[in-house]
């Protein structure tokens, strides 16, 4: 989360877009965005040409010799506005459309344009992002989630960011590989394929291929940053990662953007992102060949709220479950698009556990007679504040095949407050927030470490944080997969001292307090 001097910044800068006449959220969101481009194309552009140094590789240059004027370290501090208006406004976004050009990227910049119409206010913006510490490990993810907590419409149309330790551990748990084909229907300011690029150059790193970096961040500490350069992978496995590994679906243009831009800076040449509902008839009119048993892997935080028009759902998923509420649907459509063994991890609103209508229960039971529903992770109600305080769980499941057992986990703490600031709660030994802290190490070590074997046997204390529950046991309960309706309670029986005894303290008692009083008397 953005906080303190950060989060002033921010706040400061929104307020100059506003005095500006840019009102509008979204465009102001855009423009930012644009401007953080421009200064990560710089970032990253440096620190390639210091590991080229190092390394003798050689790296795809975003500046040419002849452009080296383009770069945000070159341009950022001219003084004369109006000849850095008509430079950002006619050189800079024209080499934005251009750079990616021959790409997928370049669906989305082809129409980038500034709209800052003062140099004034170009001036304040530039000076303002110039200051905020882009490269300080995920610190321009978290600007996008306090941008987008500014939108009138955030958790509304679910149009947050889903916490990173959350993404992170969803993440983790399905271990995604180099060679599989990964989605997000709904994928907002892609955080969770974003999140699969930083895994993979961490698991594919050697201890040689991982570097220190110190950083200052918002709070003018000195803190060291490990980069990851995955450089166990193969130039084959690269070429995939880059061109062709990654896909997302949004219907709001504005995010897909950023999305875009937010790939392209994690190392993803070409994103395959693109405007779709994903839900709807026209999905499989317009990518007949990633509609359906097209993906490996898919995470996903679909919006919780909304009925949609049926008319206007595909009627293939509506086969799967007859409804109108996005939240199931979006469940169905997962199974649909994963090829056969293929998996997910996707965050519910908890509804979905144990609500009683036809619907609901259909859904489930999708879930466990025809897949393989293999966990149910039981999140705290505050984790999505301050956007929404709907209880959550993470549901892991697989495309086909049967369920026997079904794994649960009851997180009681993410690391962070569960009220409106979202604080971290721990620290590491120099006083560093911890960002993946509390229950989820536990939980990732106890899903990576689970034994169904022990399943039917008395060593599943289902007193404990997690537990099995068998499939004959969850279709008994109208196949509900609420935590609760499963585990188990200690009832500890309380001893009580015996009255009499409790009667002859306070006797004893009443005689001191008189006999003090009668001294105290004998003193006046």
């Known amino acids: 989360m953005i906080t303190g001097e950060l989060k002033n910044k921010i706040d400061k800068l929104w307020l100059e877009f506003w005095q500006g006449g840019i009102a509008n959220p979204l465009t102001v969101i855009e423009q930012v965005t644009f401007l953080m481009f421009a200064k990560l194309l710089d ?14 590789r050689s790296f795809t240059r975003r500046f040419k010799d002849n452009e080296q004027y383009l770069r945000w370290s070159q341009f950022s501090h001219i003084e004369d506005a109006e000849r850095l208006m008509n430079l950002v406004r006619d050189e800079v976004f024209k080499h934005f459309r251009e750079h990616t050009s021959d790409s997928r990227f370049g669906d989305y910049m082809k129409d980038a344009r500034m709209v800052i119409d003062k140099p004034s206010l170009l001036v304040k913006a530039i000076e303002m992002i ?9 610190t321009k993810g978290d600007l996008y989630e306090y941008l987008l907590s500014k939108l009138t419409t955030a958790g509304i149309n679910g149009q947050f960011r889903t916490p990173r330790h959350v993404i992170k551990l969803m993440v983790w748990m399905l271990d995604p590989q180099p060679g599989e084909v990964v989605a997000d229907p709904a994928c907002g300011t892609a955080g969770f394929l974003v999140a699969v690029m930083e895994y993979l150059l961490e698991i594919y790193s050697s201890q040689q291929g991982v570097m220190q970096e110190e950083l200052i961040d918002d709070q003018g500490k000195t803190v060291s940053q490990k980069i990851y350069t995955g450089d166990l992978l193969t130039q084959e496995q690269w070429q995939t990662i880059k061109t062709r590994m990654f896909h997302g679906f949004d219907f709001d243009n504005t995010m897909l953007r950023i999305a875009a831009m937010n790939l392209y800076m994690h190392g993803v040449d070409n994103p395959d992102i693109h ?41 293939l998923i509506l086969r799967l479950v007859k409804t109108k509420k996005t939240e199931l649907l979006f469940i169905a459509l997962i199974l649909h698009m994963l090829k056969p063994g293929g998996r997910s991890a996707t965050v519910v609103p908890q509804g979905v556990l144990f609500g009683s209508s036809n619907a609901h229960q259909a859904v489930r039971q999708l879930l466990i007679e025809h897949n393989q529903l ?56 120099q006083g560093n927030p911890l960002s993946f802290a509390g229950d989820l190490p536990k939980v990732l070590a106890a899903y990576q470490n689970r034994d169904k074997s022990i399943a039917d046997t008395e060593a599943n204390d289902k007193t404990q944080a997690c537990f099995w529950v068998s499939k004959a ?12 309706r499963y585990k188990e309670t200690v009832h500890q029986e309380e001893e009580y001292e015996d009255p009499k005894a409790i009667l002859q303290q306070w006797m004893g008692l009443v005689d001191e307090i008189q006999d003090e009083l009668k001294e105290l008397e004998g003193m006046l």
Do not use: C, M
């Open 275 to 315: 405007y779709q509902d994903t839900l709807a008839q026209s999905f499989a009119n317009h990518f007949p060949e990633l509609e359906q048993n097209a993906f490996d892997v898919i995470f996903a935080n679909p919006p919780f709220k909304g009925s949609l028009d049926e008319d206007t759902i595909n009627p």
């Open 130 to 138: 110039d200051a905020l510490p882009l490269d300080a490990g995920d």
């Open 43 to 56: 970032i990253n552009e440096s620190r390639d040409e210091k590991r080229a140094d190092r390394t003798g």
């Open 473 to 484: 046991e969850i279709a008994t309960n109208k196949y509900d997969l609420s935590v609760n």
């Open 374 to 429: 293999e966990a149910v992770i039981n999140l705290p109600s505050g984790v999505f504040k301050p956007y929404a305080g709907v209880a959550t769980a993470i549901l892991i499941f697989a495309k086909g095949g049967a369920t026997d057992h079904v794994w649960f986990y009851d997180v009681q703490d993410d690391g962070y407050s569960l009220d409106d600031k979202r604080d971290p709660l721990y620290q590491d030994e």
